[in-house]
C-alpha cells in the first residue's frame, strides 16, 4: 500500500496553503530528511521533508495550486515491490474540503479500540470554533462615509498598514519588538516595514521584555512614539510593571508634565492548542488601570482605524490584538486616512430583543448566535465595545434601554472580567431597564487545556451565547 | 579494542581579548569659583534635606521621604559636568538631591514634598515622583532598577534623534541586583547608546549591605560580561566624581556605547525617615562623617584657596535662608484642589 503523503498543518493555526514547489518528481527515491516541497503558508515559506524511505508514486497537486486543505494527499510514495498502479490517490483531491481531513486509520490491527465518539476522526478544538465564527461581518461602520471603495484585507495587513501609514506621517514613530524587523515578525504583523523604514525605526529586541518594554517607555517620556510589539501578551507579563508602573502612572505623577505615548501591542487570548501560558486573556488586568487607554478590535478596518488613533494618542495604550484573527479578510475603506475615534463601541447587528455586549473575538460568535436566534425569532442586537478603556457605556445603557435583556460574551475567565465590569455598570446606571439577570457567556474557570477535545469545552462558543440568550429572554 | 579518542586541543586565544577603555579619571581642577559653587549646591542639598527630615518629623510630610545626605558629591560632582541643554537625568526615589543640583527651585520641591498644588508635580507625586521636563530631568521613579530601562530609552532617544545629548541614568547597589538593569545593559551596549550608568553604592540597600546581597560586590564590573566598561570613584570626593563624569561623557559622547561609574558613597540617615537603621553601628556612621565627609572635604580646599571662615559663614547664612524660605513656602501654599484629583488622568479627552 503506497503512503500518502498529505498536506501538512506547519503552524496552529494553518488550515490551508499553497504548495509552491515541488522537489521531487515522480520516480524519484526518497528517503527521511529529503526535502519534499516548498508550502506557503500565510505565514512563511517553508520546507517540507519525507520521512518515508521510496520512490515517489504520484504527485496529486501541481506545484502552485494555492488553497491546498490541509490533510489533502499531495502525493504518494512507493514502498519496496510496489508498482505506480499502486499509488494512484483513491481519496482527497487538492482543494475538497471535504476529504481535507486526515484519516487515522490505524495500520497497526492490534491498535486498542477506541469507544464510540471519544476520538472524533479529525480533532475539532474550541479555537477552530471561534475562527470559524471570526467571519462573520458586522454592518457597516456608520463612520465610514457611504459608498467609500472598500478593499478586502486581513486583520494583519490592516495592522500593518496603519503602522506604515503613520511612520510615513511621523519620524517620531518606530516599531520595537522581537523578531519584528528580520524575520518580519513572528506573527508576520511587521511584514515589509524594515524594508521600507530600515533598522533605525524597526528594531529587533533580545527576548528582554521587561527592558525593551522600559525602554520603549523612557523613550517616550523623552518624546518619541514607539510601538512596542510583544510577540504575545503572556510575555508582557514579564513587562507589565513598565507598562503599568512606567506608562499608566506617569502623566499624573508628574501633574501633567510628563507623557509617555506609547503603544503596547501584540496578539491577546486564546491561540489555536498552545496550552496555558500561551492563552491568557488580559484585556481586563489592563483595562482595571487608569491611565491607560485599552483597544481591542474585531474587524479589521477597526484594527487599522483604531491602532493608527492609538499610534497618535498622547496617552499610553494597550493594543489587544488576536492571533486568530490575524489571518481573516474583511473590508477595509480605502481612505487616505481611516482614523476611528477611540473610546467608541459599535453596534455590529442592530436588533431589539436582546443586547449582546462582546469585543475582539467575542464579537464573531455573537454575530453567529444572532443569526441562529434570528433563526428562533429572537432578535439580538450586538454591541462591539471596540475600546474597553475608556468603556463606551452609554452606547451599552442606551441597547439595554431598547432590549431591556442583556448577555455579555468574552474570550476570557468570566471572574473579574470585562463582562464583571458592564454587568456593574449596568447595576449602578440601567437597573431600571433591566427584564432579567446580565448574564456572563466566557470560558471555563479552568487554564487553557492542551487537548482539543477539553480546549473545546473551555471555550466560550456560539451555542452558550444563544443558549443564555434564550434564558434571559425566557424562550428557553 | 577501543578506539583512542582524539586528543583534546587547547584553544590558543585567551579569553577575552583586550578592549579599549575610558582613560583613568583624574581629580577635576576646578576654578575657585567653580568649587565654591560645588560647597554652596552641596551645602544646600544638605541643609535641603535636614530641613525634609525635620518637616517630616513635623508630620507636614508623609509617606516615604528618602534623604540624600552623605551622597552630596555625586549629583553635584556628575551633574556640573553634563550639558543642561541636551543632557538628560533619570533617578530613582533618592531624587532631591539630584534636582537641587539641577538648579530646580528649593520652593517647588518642598511644596511637592508636603503634597501642595504648588508642588512640581502638583503635590501629585510627592518625595518619589518629581520631574522637571523643563531641565531634562525625568523623575523620580519608584520601582526600583526602572529607571535603568528607562534612561536606556532616553538614550535611545538621543541616539534616534541624533540630538547630541546622552544620558545619566542613577541607580543605587540594591537597583544593580535587579534583572532589567542587565536587559538594559545587553540592549545599551549592543545598539552602542549614550548613556552613563551610575551606580550609587552607598553601601546599604535599605537595610541589606552590599555584600550581603552581591555575589559580585564589586559593582562597577557589572557590565564586563555586556563588554561595558566599569569604574570605580570615591563618591565622597566632589572632584573626583567631576573627573570621573568628565572621562566618562567623553567616551560615551564619542559614540563607544555606555559606561558604568560606581559611585562609592554612604548615606548618613536611614533608607527613609522610617528607617532605625539597626543594621550598622553609629560609630560606622560616626567614622564616615569624620574622615569622609563630602563637604567638610570642599571646606578644606577652599580653605588652602584663600576662602575666608566669614565667607562661608555668609554663604551657609543664604542657604538657610533659601531652605526656611522653602519651607515656609511648602507649609503655606495651599494643597492641590479637590478637582485636581481628576486632572492628568489622562492628556486627551476621548
Sequence with gaps: ?476 | MAKTPPPVRAIAEPPITNRERPAEPKPYEPSKDELLEMYRQMLLIRRFEEKAGQLYGLGLIGGFCHLYIGQEAVAVGLQSALDGETDSVITGYRDHGHMLAYGIDPKVIMAELTGRGSGISKGKGGSMHMFSTEHKFYGGHGIVGAQVSLGTGLAFKHKYSNDGGICMAYFGDGAANQGQVYESFNMAELWKLPIIFVIENNQYAMGTSVNRASAEDQLYRRGESFRIPGIQVDGMDVLACRGAAEEAIAWVRAGKGPVILEMKTYRYRGHSMSDPAKYRTRDEVQAVRDKSDPIDHVKKLLDAQGVTEADLKTLEQDIRKIVNEAADFAEQTPEPDAADLYTDVLVESY
Aim: hydrophobic letters at 40%; charged letters at 25%.
Design chain 1, 1 to 476: 500500500m503506497a503512503i500518502e503523503i498529505k498536506m501538512p498543518a506547519l503552524s496552529p493555526t494553518m488550515e490551508e496553503g499553497t504548495l509552491a514547489k515541488w522537489l521531487v518528481k515522480e520516480g524519484d527515491s526518497v528517503k527521511s530528511g529529503d526535502i519534499l516541497a516548498e508550502i506557503e503558508t500565510d505565514k512563511a515559506t517553508m520546507e517540507f521533508e519525507a520521512i518515508d524511505e521510496g520512490t515517489i508514486g504520484s504527485i496529486s497537486v501541481a506545484e502552485g495550486t494555492d488553497n491546498v486543505k490541509v490533510g489533502t494527499v499531495i502525493a504518494t510514495i512507493l514502498e519496496d515491490g510496489e508498482s505506480a498502479s499502486d499509488a494512484k490517490p483513491t481519496e482527497a483531491r487538492a482543494g475538497d474540503a471535504a476529504n481535507a481531513a486526515p484519516k487515522e486509520t490505524p495500520s497497526d490491527d492490534k491498535a486498542p479500540p477506541v469507544p464510540e465518539g471519544a476520538s472524533p476522526a479529525k480533532a475539532e478544538s474550541g479555537t477552530q470554533q471561534l475562527v470559524a465564527s471570526a467571519e462573520k461581518v458586522g454592518k457597516a461602520d456608520p463612520a465610514i462615509p457611504e459608498g467609500t471603495e472598500m478593499v478586502k484585507t486581513t486583520v494583519r495587513e490592516a495592522l500593518r498598514d496603519a503602522m506604515a501609514e503613520e511612520m510615513r506621517e511621523d519620524d517620531r514613530v518606530f516599531v520595537m519588538g522581537e523578531e519584528v524587523a528580520q524575520y518580519q515578525g513572528a506573527y508576520k504583523v511587521t511584514q515589509g516595514l524594515l524594508e521600507e523604514f530600515g533598522e533605525r525605526r524597526v528594531i529587533d529586541t533580545p527576548i528582554t521584555e521587561y527592558g525593551f518594554a522600559g525602554i520603549g517607555a523612557g523613550a517616550a517620556m523623552g518624546g518619541l512614539r514607539p510601538i512596542v510589539e510583544f510577540m504575545t501578551f503572556n510575555f508582557a507579563l514579564q513587562a507589565i510593571d513598565h507598562i503599568i508602573n512606567s506608562a499608566a502612572k506617569t502623566n499624573y505623577m508628574s501633574g501633567g508634565q510628563m507623557r509617555c505615548p506609547i503603544v503596547f501591542r501584540g496578539p491577546n487570548g486564546a491561540a489555536s492548542r498552545v496550552g496555558a501560558q500561551h492563552s491568557h486573556n488580559f484585556a481586563a488586568w489592563y483595562a482595571s488601570v487608569p491611565g491607560l487607554i485599552v483597544i481591542a478590535p474585531y474587524d479589521a478596518a477597526d484594527a487599522k482605524g483604531l491602532l493608527k488613533a492609538a499610534i497618535r494618542t498622547e496617552d499610553p495604550v494597550v493594543f489587544l490584538e488576536n492571533e486568530l484573527m490575524y489571518g481573516r479578510s474583511f473590508d477595509v475603506p480605502k481612505l487616505d486616512d481611516h482614523v476611528l475615534p477611540i473610546g467608541k463601541a459599535r453596534i455590529m447587528r442592530e436588533g431589539k430583543d436582546v443586547t449582546i455586549v462582546s469585543y475582539s473575538i467575542g464579537v464573531g460568535i455573537s454575530l453567529e448566535a444572532a443569526e441562529t436566534l434570528a433563526a428562533e425569532g429572537i432578535d439580538a442586537e450586538v454591541i462591539d465595545l471596540r475600546t474597553l478603556r475608556p468603556l463606551d457605556t452609554e452606547t451599552v445603557l442606551k441597547s439595554l434601554a431598547k432590549t431591556n435583556r442583556m448577555i455579555v460574551v468574552e474570550e476570557n475567565w468570566a471572574t473579574c472580567s470585562i463582562a464583571s465590569e458592564i454587568v456593574s455598570v449596568v447595576m449602578e446606571h440601567g437597573f431600571d431597564d433591566l427584564d432579567a439577570p446580565v448574564l456572563r457567556v466566557a470560558n471555563e474557570d479552568v487554564p487553557m487545556p492542551y487537548a482539543a477535545n477539553l480546549e473545546k469545552l473551555m471555550l466560550v462558543n456560539a451555542a452558550k451565547v444563544v443558549e443564555a440568550a434564550k434564558k434571559v429572554t425566557y424562550k428557553n
